[in-house]
């Protein structure tokens, strides 16, 4: 069965740098999102991403963050330079379409630390 | 804006026990609800919708629009259930992303 997958599955980095979290969608799926879980926190959305656009953003994806399809497999989302508090488990999900009744199916996530 | 609420952190019950997961939302329009379960080490994923009115693995779950509740419940509880579980709710049609309460970690005891 076809699944999302990401890279890595843990990065760390200090606080400052530029990072880059790698995702590849179920190949026939055209809706991609973010979505974070700061430790002990609630599973947070950042943003869809359909037609090689933003469709939705939330208040945490601050001028900081960016998404980018590179190419016809990878989903990207890119934080400029790192705060602590960025240090969260980073999820990426995928669904055939953007309403009812497409499932979103998640990837395993990355577990990102800023020090 | 739309708010999920899971009061439990933590619900143990005993092998062959009843469960119910609660899960309470705040939506001023219709929502689409849903439950994901997160077993030990695997991806979040979709157990059930409330649109499809579907038992999936013994659980079963009704939108109760009065009471803006969309509680989990299985009648008889085995030890592979035991999982986090997250209520979700998505407020509009297309591309919005869904809006998770905080999740409860269902444990069942041999």
């Known amino acids: 069965e076809p699944e999302v997958t990401q890279t890595p599955s843990h990065q760390v980095t200090q606080m400052g740098q530029e990072v880059i979290l790698r995702c590849v969608p179920i190949?026939?799926?055209?809706?991609f999102y973010w979505y974070r879980q700061i430790l002990g926190q609630k599973v947070e959305f950042l943003v869809s991403f359909y037609n090689n656009e933003i469709s939705e953003k939330s208040e945490i994806f601050d001028d900081q963050f960016s998404v980018e399809r590179p190419d016809g497999s990878n989903f990207t989302l890119k934080i400029r330079s790192t705060k602590l508090e960025d240090s969260a488990m980073y999820f990426c999900?995928?669904?055939?379409?953007?309403?009812?009744?497409?499932?979103?199916?998640f990837g395993p996530g990355t577990r990102l630390t800023v020090t | 804006a739309q708010r999920v609420t899971q009061p439990e952190k933590l619900l143990s019950v005993f092998k062959g026990a009843p469960v119910e997961l609660k899960c309470n939302y705040s939506?001023?329009?219709?929502?689409?609800l849903f439950w994901y379960v997160q077993y030990s080490r695997q991806r979040l994923q979709l157990l059930l919708r409330?649109?499809s009115r579907e038992s999936i693995k013994g659980f079963t779950a009704d939108l109760n629009k009065g009471e803006t509740s969309f509680h989990l419940k299985k009648p008889f509880a085995q030890e592979e259930d035991s999982a986090m579980y997250y209520c979700a709710l998505k407020a509009g049609g297309g591309a919005d992303g869904l809006t998770f309460g905080k999740g409860t970690h269902l444990i069942i005891q041999p």
């Open positions: 409330h649109i």
């Open positions: 190949s026939n799926h055209l809706y």
């Open positions: 939506y001023s329009g219709s929502p689409e």
């Open positions: 999900a995928s669904s055939e379409g953007g309403g009812t009744p497409y499932e979103q199916y």
